[in-house]
C-alpha cells in the first residue's frame, strides 16, 4: 500500500479551506500511455523490483488568494512488474489535523491501463472506491483501490492537496521502497516567507535549479511579492532498502525539507518563527510539562532523598543511591516523552510513567541532594536526529538525566532498573543531545555515547568418547548491553520459559543442569551454566564430522548489499570471544579442520581472530571477533563486509576426525 504523508502537524494557524478546481498546470501530461510502458516486464537497474515509477512530478506553492492555503499537487505512473506488486495499486494520503483545522483533498483521479486483446484497456477510479479514516487525533487518510490491477497493469494517479499549515513547506521523498525512472519537485515560495530548505540523503541532484519570478504573489489588494522557483529532480532512483544495523530510514533517504523561519508582513513587519537554542532552552526551563516538573518534583522527592543520604558523605555513591531509589519506586509505562503526561505528581502516587515523568524526577532527586544535575533532551534511533543548526524542538522524543561529579560525567536513564549507574539503554544512541541547563548560559550539546560493550565469552569444554559422542560444560559470560539484554529476556519471558526456548534452540544437543548467576546484580557479568551432550554427525564407523560452533553460529553475512550508502549502526561496541577445547580418544586423528586466519579493519576499527592447535589429542579452538567502533561510515563498509564474510565461512567449516 502506497502513504503518503504529506507534512508534519505544524504550530502556524491559517483560515478554513476553501474548495476550488485543481489546476495541474506543471509536469508531465495525464492520460498518456505508451506500448513501451505497457510491454516492460522487467526494470533493468533493478530486476528484483516488484513495481516501478515511470514518472513522478510534485509541485508545492502557497495558494494566490482565499485562504494563501498550501497546495500540493502529485502526479506519478507506477508499473506493476510481479505479483509482490499488486499491492501498490492500494493507495492512503495522509491528512493531518488539530482541534480547528485540517489538511483536505481537493481533487484525485486515476486510471489502470492494461493491454488486452490487442487494445489498451482503461479503467477509470470511480468515486464509490474512494472513503476517508479517521486515525487519531491528528491525523485521517483518503483511501482507494485502482481497479482491475494485475501484473502488467499500469497506473497513473494524480490529486491535489490543500492544507492550512504553513510552517513546514511539504517535504519531498525522492526514494520510497519502489525504484523510480523519474522524480521531480517544484517549489514556488513567495518571498514574504523564508524557509530553511535542507537536501537529505546520498543521491545527487540531476536538477537543481532556482529562479525569480517577479510578483507571482498577492497578499491583499496592493500588496504584491516576487517568488523564489526551485526545482529539482533525480533521475534512476533506486529503491530505500532497509538493511540490518540502521537507525531510523527517515534519517537516510533521499529528501527535500522546508523550514519557515520568518514572514515578512506587508506592514514591514517580521514575524520569526525559528527560535534560537537560547530561546529554546529558556522556553523548556519554563515550560509545564518540563521545567516546571523538574520543581514539582524537586518537593516530592526531597525529604525522601534527605533521608536516604543522610549519612553518605561521597558523591558518586550519593548520586547512585538516587539512581537505584528512582528505578525501583518508578514502573516505566514504555512511552517516549521530552514532556510529561500526567505529571509527576501523579505519576509519583501512581509509581508508574512515562521517560519524562521518571528522568525528570531523577533530575530533581540529584538536585535535592545538592548533585550538579541537569535534563538532556535527545532523539531515540527510530527518529531523526536533531539539528544542530536551527531548533525543531518536535525532533526530540526523549529525555535522560545529566549529572556532574568532579570531572566525571554520567548519563543516567531510570527507565529500567537493569541498567548499572551511567548505562543508558541502546535507543538513545541517535547523535547528540542538548543539555538544558538551569542555569541560563550554561546548555549546551553533550555526546550521547556508550560506555559499555555488547559483549560475551562462549566456554565449551568437550569430550568425545569412542563411538563419537560428546559430553562436556558450557558457560556464557554476558557484559554491558549483552547482559542488559538477556536480564530484559529473562525477566520478560520468565526464567522457566527463557531455559527451555534455550534448550529447543539447542536443536539434538541436550542440555542439563543449567544455573544463571548474577541475574539481579546489574553492576556484575551475568554467567549462564549448563551441562551438554551432543551426539557428532556420523559418516561412517570411522569418520566423525562436527561443527565446533555449536552456540551463535553465523550462517549468513548480515551485511548484503555489495555497496552502502549509509553508516553500519551496531549502537555500541562489540566483542565475542568463543573458546572451544575438544579431548577425544587416541583411536583417532584429527584429518581435516580449518586454517588459522586473522582479519583487521583500518584505523584500529577492530579486528577478528581464527586459529586452532592439536596436541595431544586436544584441539583448542579460538574464535575472537572484536569490533571497536558502535558505528563504520559508508567508506569502512567494504572492508567491515569481507571480515563478516570470513566469519561466516569459518563458521561453516567442519572439523573432521578418522580412526587411525
Known amino acids: 500500500m502506497r502513504i503518503f504523508s504529506l507534512l508534519s502537524i505544524a504550530a502556524m494557524l491559517i483560515g478554513s479551506p476553501v474548495v476550488l478546481l485543481a489546476q495541474f498546470h506543471n509536469g508531465f501530461p495525464y492520460g498518456k500511455i505508451t506500448y513501451a510502458e505497457l510491454d516492460l516486464t522487467v526494470y533493468p537497474n533493478d530486476t528484483s523490483a516488484n513495481a516501478v515509477v515511470l514518472n513522478e512530478f510534485g509541485e508545492a506553492y502557497i495558494e494566490n488568494g482565499g485562504n494563501y492555503n ?10 506493476i512488474l510481479k505479483k509482490g506488486g499488486l499491492d501498490e495499486g492500494d493507495f492512503k494520503i495522509y491528512l493531518g489535523k488539530n482541534k480547528d483545522i485540517k489538511q483536505t483533498v481537493r481533487y484525485v483521479e486515476g ?94 541532484l540531476t536538477k537543481n535549479d532556482v529562479s525569480l519570478q517577479r510578483e507571482c504573489f498577492q497578499a491583499g489588494a496592493f500588496y504584491k511579492s516576487d517568488c523564489s522557483f526551485h526545482k529539482y529532480a533525480i533521475e534512476n532512483v533506486p529503491a530505500f532498502i532497509n538493511e540490518d544495523f540502521m537507525t531510523s530510514r527517515e534519517n537516510f533517504i533521499s529528501a527535500i525539507n522546508f523550514e519557515l523561519t520568518q514572514v515578512h508582513g506587508s506592514n514591514g513587519v517580521t514575524k520569526k518563527y525559528t527560535q534560537t537554542w537560547p530561546d529554546v532552552d529558556a522556553s523548556l526551563r519554563l515550560h509545564e510539562n518540563f521545567g516546571n516538573q ?122 529500567s532498573n537493569l541498567l548499572p549507574f551511567g548505562v543508558i539503554p541502546e535507543r538513545c544512541f541517535n547523535g547528540r543531545g542538548r543539555l538544558v541547563s538551569k542555569n541560563k548560559d550554561e546548555s ?10 555488547q559483549k560475551k565469552k562462549i566456554t565449551f569444554l568437550m569430550k568425545m568418547d569412542k563411538d563419537g559422542g560428546l559430553k562436556g560444560e558450557a558457560s556464557v559470560i554476558s557484559y554491558g548491553y549483552e547482559a542488559y539484554d538477556k536480564r530484559n529476556a529473562i525477566l520478560n519471558k520468565g526464567k522457566d520459559v527463557y531455559i527451555k526456548e534455550f534448550q529447543d ?55 548484503k548489499s555489495p555497496d552502502r550508502l549509509y553508516p ?32 583487521a579493519l583500518p584505523q584500529n576499527g577492530g579486528k577478528y581472530i581464527f586459529s586452532l592447535t592439536n596436541m595431544n589429542n586436544k584441539i583448542t579452538m579460538i574464535n575472537n571477533l572484536n569490533l571497536t567502533k558502535g558505528v563504520y561510515l559508508s567508506d569502512e563498509y567494504p572492508a567491515l563486509r569481507e571480515l563478516f564474510n570470513m566469519v561466516v565461512q569459518l563458521h561453516q567449516t567442519q572439523l573432521v576426525l578418522k580412526k587411525k
Do not use: C
Open 505 to 559: 534452540k539447542m536443536n539434538e544437543a541436550i542440555i542439563s543442569d543449567y544455573t544463571i548467576k548474577n541475574l539481579d546484580s546489574i553492576e556484575s557479568p551475568l554467567t549462564e551454566k549448563y551441562k551438554i551432550e551432543i551426539n557428532a554427525e556420523v559418516a561412517s564407523a570411522s569418520t566423525i564430522f562436527l561443527n565446533p560452533f555449536l552456540l551463535d553460529r553465523w550462517k549468513t553475512n548480515s551485511l
Open 294 to 415: 523538574i520543581k514539582k518534583a524537586a518537593n516530592i522527592f526531597e525529604d525522601k532523598i534527605a533521608a536516604l543520604t543522610s549519612i553518605e558523605k561521597d558523591p558518586l555513591k550519593k548520586a547512585k543511591l538516587i539512581y537505584s531509589y528512582i528505578q525501583s519506586f518508578y514502573e516505566w509505562n514504555e512511552n517516549y516523552s521530552k514532556y510529561t503526561e500526567d505529571g509527576v505528581k501523579v505519576a509519583s502516587e501512581k509509581r508508574i510513567g512515562n521517560s519524562s515523568e521518571i528522568n525528570l524526577s531523577l533530575v530533581a532527586a540529584l538536585q535535592s541532594a545538592g548533585l550538579n544535575a541537569d535534563p538532556v533532551i535527545l532523539a531515540t534511533r527510530q527518529q531523526k536526529p536533531p539539528s544542530e543548526l536551527y531548533p525543531v524542538v518536535s525532533d526530540f522524543n526523549y529525555v535522560i538525566a545529566h549529572v556532574e561529579i568532579g570531572n566525571q560525567k554520567f548519563l543516567l536513564d531510570g527507565t
Open 70 to 79: 498550501l497546495l500540493f499537487e502529485h502526479h506519478f505512473k507506477i508499473k
Open 444 to 453: 549546551r550539546w553533550v555526546d550521547i555515547l556508550p560506555i559499555e560493550k
Open 111 to 204: 486510471v489502470t491501463y492494461n493491454f488486452e486483446n490487442g487494445k489498451i484497456k482503461e479503467s477509470k477510479l470511480q468515486k464509490t472506491s474512494m472513503f476517508d479514516e479517521v486515525f487519531n487525533e491528528y491525523a485521517d487518510f483518503k483511501k482507494f483501490t485502482m481497479p482491475d490491477v494485475k501484473v502488467g497493469s499500469v497506473i497513473e494517479v494524480r490529486y491535489m492537496v490543500e492544507s492550512p499549515f504553513i510552517f513546514n513547506f511539504w517535504p519531498w521523498k525522492f526514494q520510497s521502497d519502489l525504484p523510480k525512472k523519474y522524480s521531480e519537485f517544484w517549489a514556488r515560495i513567495p518571498a514574504i516567507y523564508d524557509y530553511n530548505i535542507s537536501l537529505q540523503g546520498f543521491l545527487k
Open 568 to 599: 553500519v549502526d551496531f549502537g555500541a561496541p562489540l566483542e565475542t570471544s568463543y573458546y572451544f577445547v575438544l579431548d577425544y580418544p587416541a583411536e583417532y586423528m584429527l584429518d581435516e579442520f580449518p586454517k588459522n586466519a586473522a582479519l
